[in-house]
C-alpha cells in the first residue's frame, strides 16, 4: 500500500485514486471505504466511479465541477476517511449445485490435487471470497482467496458455450460466469442465481467490495430456486461480514 | 403510433443514446454515440432533447421508409442522403412526407452518420439508456443493429413539424473530416510506464488507422511506444478515449463499447472534444497526437459547449414564419420558386 494516495489524470473527466500497487484485501477495502466516502459526500459532478483491484476511477463532468476543484474535495475526504463511518461488507450466499450436469469438471479437480469430491467441495464452500471488483463481462466478480489446494490450471480446449451461473476454476482462481460465454474454466458447479438480469431493479447481483460464499445445495434445491427467481419471489440471504480485529 | 420501416439496415446501424452510464462499476460498458457532437446537434435540428436516441449509421447507410409526415436531421460523416430521388442537405432540418423514402449514396467523408427523428425513436429505456449494446444484446431494437423489414416506432414531436423546419446549421460549425487528423491529448494515468523516448515516439511520430477499428476502440499502427517494464498493470477503469499501449507498443485507442476495466498501460487520454475525429476516422488515416494539460482541456470543452449553445440559439431563431411560393418566367425559362421567411 502507498503511503500516500495517487491521484492520476485520466483525460479531463476521470480521475484515478490509486492506492497500491498490489492485490491485497487491505488495499481493496481502501478503494470500498473512499468509493463509500465519496457516496456520501454527495459531490456536485460526479457522474460514476469504478473500482478495482487497487484503484477507484472517479467520473466527473468537468462543466460542473473543474479539475482543482474536484482533486481538493478528493483529498480533503481522503484526510477525513479515518472519522466516516464505513458499514461493513455484506456477505451473499451463493446457493451452488456442484459436481454430475452442473460441473462436469469436478472430477479433474479431484484427480489435479488428489481429492476426493466431497473434498473439493468442502474446501470450495468453506471461505468467504472477497468481490475485488467486477468487469469483463457485465456482472462478472473477479474474486480473491481461493485456497491453493484446489487450484487446477484452464481447460486445453475452451469451451465455445458456457451456460450462465456455472462457477468455475482457473488457476488459483474461483469465479461464476454471468452470461453464456465460452470459456476455458474448469467447471466445478452451477448456481440458479442470475448475477445479471438487465430487466430487474438491480440489474446486477453483485457488487465490488462485497464478499460471496458458496453453499451446497442438491439438484432439489436448485429447481426450487430457479422457479423462485422466476418467479421473483427468492428471498437472497445475507450478512454481515465478521472483520477481523487488526 | 408513428413509425418507420428499414427496407435495407445499411453496413451497421444502430440505435444509440448518449449513453448508458451509472454501471461502469458492475462491468457494463457505456455504449452511446462515437460522435458526440453529431448526435446533439442532430436532435437540436428536430426540437429533441440532445440525448435522445438517433440512428448511427456506420460507412454504408440504410433504406427508409417514413410512414407518416416527420422531421428529421442527419449529421456527422457525409453519406449523401437522398429522399425519393432528390438529394437532400447535411446538417439540416428536413421535413419528411409520408411514404417518402430515404437512402444514401456512398460516403463522401467522415465514417459514421446520425439521423434524428422529431419525437425521437421509441424504444424502451434498458437500464437508463436506449443504446445497444450489441454484446450485451441489450438496448436499441432488440439489443441488436438494425435489419430488413424492422419496424421503429418514433416518438410524438415536441414542436409542431411546420415549426421545425427550416433550422440549419450555419457552415462554419461544420466539422470538415479529412484524412490526417490532428488529435490532442492528456497524458496519463500510466505515463510514469514509458521511458522518456517511447513519450517522445508517440506525440512525434504519426499513426495509422488499421482495420481493426470498431466501436470499441481503434487499433493503430505506427513507431514502437517503448515502456520501462512492460505493457501490463493490475486492471484499473478505462475512460472514454483512453490510449492503451500494451507490451506490443502499439496505441489502441478505447471507445463507445470500450471494456470498463482493463489491465494494460494508458499512456494518455484523447480530450473529450476531439473524439469526433476518432469516431469519423477510417483506415488508413493518420492521427498525430499533441500534449495539453487537463485545464487546457476543460476550457476546450467549455469553449464547445458555448459553441452548441450558440449554434442552438442561432437555429431555432431561424424558424420559418411564412412560406410563398412564385411562377417565375425568366428568359423564356420557368422557375419555382420558394420564398421562406424566417424569424
Known amino acids: 500500500m502507498y503511503e500516500e494516495m495517487k491521484y492520476l489524470t485520466a483525460g479531463e473527466q476521470a480521475i484515478v485514486i490509486e492506492f497500491g500497487n498490489e492485490i491485497s484485501e487491505a488495499i481493496n477495502s481502501k478503494v470500498r471505504a473512499m468509493m463509500i466516502a465519496i457516496d456520501k459526500k454527495n459531490i456536485d459532478g460526479i457522474v460514476e466511479m469504478t473500482p478495482t483491484y487497487r484503484s477507484l476511477m472517479v467520473h466527473y463532468n468537468p462543466l460542473k465541477i473543474d479539475y482543482d476543484s474536484i482533486l481538493k474535495q478528493l483529498k480533503d475526504l481522503e484526510n477525513q476517511l479515518d472519522y466516516i463511518e464505513i458499514p461493513r461488507p455484506t456477505v451473499i450466499e451463493i446457493p451452488t449445485a456442484y459436481g454430475n450436469e452442473f460441473g462436469p469438471d469436478i472430477e479433474n479437480v479431484a484427480k489435479h490435487n488428489g481429492l476426493t469430491v466431497e473434498e473439493v467441495i468442502k474446501i470450495h464452500t468453506a471461505k468467504e471470497y472477497l468481490i475485488y471488483m467486477l468487469g469483463f463481462t457485465p456482472g462478472f466478480p473477479y474474486l480473491g482467496g481461493m485456497d491453493e489446494k484446489i487450484a487446477t490450471p484452464r481447460l486445453k480446449t475452451p469451451r465455445t458455450k458456457i451456460s450462465g451461473g456455472s462457477v468455475g476454476i482457473a488457476g488459483s482462481q474461483t469465479g461464476i460466469y454471468p452470461i453464456d460465454s465460452p470459456g476455458g474454466w474448469q467447471l466445478i458447479g452451477k448456481t440458479p442465481l442470475k448475477l445479471y438480469d438487465a430487466y430487474r431493479d438491480t440489474p446486477i447481483l453483485l457488487q465490488a467490495g462485497n464478499y460471496i460464499k458458496f453453499v451446497a445445495i442438491e439438484e432439489k434445491e436448485y429447481v426450487k430456486i430457479e422457479e423462485a427467481i422466476k418467479n421473483n419471489h427468492y428471498k437472497y440471504n445475507t450478512y454481515p461480514k465478521e472483520m477481523e480485529v487488526k | ?343
Request: net charge neutral; aromatic share 6%.
Open chain 2, 1 to 343: 403510433m408513428n413509425q418507420i420501416k428499414i427496407l435495407n439496415h445499411g453496413l451497421l446501424t444502430l440505435v444509440q443514446d448518449g449513453g448508458r452510464y451509472g454501471y461502469q462499476q458492475f462491468g457494463v460498458p457505456v455504449s452511446g454515440v462515437m460522435d458526440s457532437f453529431a448526435h446533439r446537434i442532430a436532435n437540436i435540428l428536430v426540437g429533441n432533447d440532445e440525448n435522445e436516441a438517433v440512428l448511427e449509421m456506420t460507412i454504408v447507410g440504410p433504406h427508409i421508409e417514413f410512414e407518416n409526415d416527420c422531421v428529421i436531421a442527419i449529421t456527422g460523416g457525409d453519406l449523401l442522403p437522398i429522399v425519393n430521388e432528390a438529394p437532400i442537405p447535411m446538417w439540416e432540418s428536413i421535413y419528411i412526407k409520408e411514404g417518402d423514402r430515404l437512402s444514401f449514396r456512398y460516403m463522401k467523408s467522415g465514417c459514421r452518420s446520425y439521423i434524428a427523428f422529431s419525437g425521437g425513436i421509441d424504444v424502451e429505456v434498458v437500464m437508463r439508456s436506449k443504446s445497444t449494446y450489441i454484446k450485451g444484446k441489450i438496448g436499441g431494437h432488440e439489443g441488436r443493429p438494425l435489419k430488413i423489414g424492422d419496424v421503429l416506432k418514433i416518438g410524438k414531436p415536441k414542436e409542431n413539424l411546420h415549426k421545425l423546419k427550416g433550422r440549419i446549421v450555419p457552415p462554419k460549425y461544420i466539422p470538415k473530416f479529412t484524412n490526417t487528423i490532428d488529435v490532442r491529448i492528456v497524458l496519463g494515468p500510466q505515463n510514469e510506464y514509458f521511458t522518456e523516448k517511447g513519450i517522445k515516439t508517440f506525440l512525434s511520430s504519426p499513426y495509422a488507422v488499421t482495420n481493426e477499428c470498431d466501436r470499441m476502440g481503434f487499433r493503430l499502427e505506427g513507431e514502437t511506444i517503448e515502456h520501462v517494464s512492460g505493457g501490463d498493470i493490475i486492471s484499473d477503469g478505462i475512460a472514454l478515449g483512453a490510449i492503451q499501449i500494451p507490451g506490443h507498443g502499439k496505441p489502441i485507442i478505447m471507445m463507445a463499447d470500450r471494456q470498463a476495466t482493463g489491465g494494460y498501460t494508458k499512456i494518455g487520454n484523447v480530450i473529450r472534444s476531439d473524439l469526433y475525429k476518432i469516431a469519423q476516422a477510417k483506415p488508413g488515416d493518420q492521427i498525430r497526437f499533441s500534449e495539453i494539460s487537463v485545464k487546457e482541456a476543460q476550457q476546450i470543452l467549455k469553449e464547445v459547449e458555448a459553441k452548441i449553445i450558440a449554434i442552438k440559439q442561432e437555429c431555432v431563431a431561424r424558424e420559418i414564419v411564412s412560406t410563398k411560393q412564385f411562377h417565375l418566367k425568366i428568359n423564356g425559362k420557368s422557375y419555382e420558386v420558394k420564398v421562406e421567411e424566417v424569424k
